[in-house]
T-cell receptor, first 114, second 114 residues
Framework: AQSVAQPEDQVNVAEGNPLTVKCTYS??????LFWYVQYPNRGLQFLLK??????LVKGSYGFEAEFNKSQTSFHLKKPSALVSDSALYFC????????????FGAGTRLAVHP | GAGVSQSPRYKVAKRGQDVALRCDPI?????LFWYQQALGQGPEFLTY????????KSGLPSDRFFAERPEGSVSTLKIQRTQQEDSAVYLC????????????FGNGTRLTVT
């Protein structure tokens, strides 16, 4: 079965420093991978996706993610963190089948300190 | 433009009561998903509609859960005889097609069963 793992419950980073939020996946076939962000009391917002092509994917708000097939990873990165980036981040993989059903990880809370 | 709208935002039910949660997807969106998000967890898939057809209900946790989308637009998730373990945020998402377009999420309904 398709699955993703987010090994860190929380990531702390100082404002202005680079940030990385980790995600590993387990799929059969080609992976379709996504990152979403959730602010308090809000639904999830799409950040970026990897379907095929370049391993480095650029998304919203300056975020990017690197697809690494050999390490089965899809880590989310940003060169310079902002306090406003503090939120819950979810990695997701598209399930097998003919529609866009997503399987989400447990989430990583990002805390950016001034 | 208008996003996915869910109502009510908060619902408190006594154990054993029936509840109905409403989702208004983005106009014209073919695909509609319901997810359940327990506290501190990632969203878990419940069910999927393509237009009015419920094509996947594999995530519904019991026969107390029922979803419908009779005219291919508004959807209702009904939970009968609520139990404490049903307490969660219920998220609705829609997307324009069956491909890899991002899911657009509503802000969710927080259900508390007392």
């Amino acid at each position: 079965a398709q699955s993703v793992a987010q090994p860190e419950d929380q990531v702390n980073v100082a404002e202005g420093n680079p940030l990385t939020v980790k995600c590993t996946y387990s799929v059969s076939g080609n992976p379709y991978l996504f990152w979403y962000v959730q602010y308090p009391n809000r639904g999830l917002q799409f950040l970026l996706k990897y379907i095929t092509g370049d391993n480095l994917v650029k998304g919203s708000y300056g975020f990017e993610a690197e697809f690494n097939k050999s390490q089965t990873s899809f880590h989310l990165k940003k060169p310079s963190a902002l306090v406003s980036d503090s939120a819950l981040y979810f990695c997701a993989v598209r399930d097998r089948g003919g529609y866009n059903k997503l399987i989400f990880g447990a989430g990583t809370r990002l805390a950016v300190h001034p | 433009g208008a996003g996915v709208s869910q109502s009510p935002r908060y619902k408190v039910a006594k154990r054993g009561q029936d509840v109905a949660l409403r989702c208004d997807p983005i106009s014209g969106h073919v695909s509609l998903f319901w997810y359940q998000q327990a506290l501190g967890q990632g969203p878990e898939f419940l069910t999927y509609f393509q237009n009015e057809a419920q094509l996947d209900k594999s995530g519904l946790p019991s026969d107390r859960f029922f979803a419908e989308r009779p005219e291919g637009s508004v959807s209702t998730l009904k939970i009968q005889r609520t139990q404490q373990e049903d307490s969660a945020v219920y998220l609705c998402a829609s997307t324009a097609d069956r491909g890899n377009s991002p899911l657009h999420f509503g802000n969710g309904t927080r259900l508390t069963v007392t």
